[in-house]
């Protein structure tokens, strides 16, 4: 908003940004886009929506806690895997009512997560409708 998607100016900022966040900065951010909503005043609603946004949601933005925490904080692997978990269920020929996928879903989750011993002593013992 402040310098044109795509422009260098544009470019630049946004690589501080994201220094920032992955630093556990986001109050830095909140402070920059509200001074610069002060100085813009063609844009400053939209500015301020941005800031709230950042202010409303930085609980989910402790980066730098995470990556030490040693989690991923992309969406490359979920989407990935969601990917891979369509493809398993929708393959060519592949038809399922909507009971039967449901009673299937839980079975890959289950074996990827390492509990299946766990969880198939619950399913087995279940009583059938």
Known sequence: MLFGEGTPPAKRWLKE???LLYQGQVEEIVLEIRQAAEQQSDVEV???AEA???ENHKHHMNYMEMREEGWVIGSGMVE???KQFKARFCGPGMRWSRT???NLLPIPN???S???PQRWEVIH???RN
Do not use: H
């Open 17 to 19: 940004g994201e220094s």
């Open 46 to 48: 939209d500015l301020l």
């Open 52 to 54: 709230r946004y950042f």
């Open 80 to 82: 990935s895997a969601g």
């Open 100 to 102: 039967g996928a449901e």
């Open 110 to 112: 289950t074996i990827l």
């Open 114 to 116: 390492r509990r299946f």
């Open 125 to 127: 013992n279940t009583p």
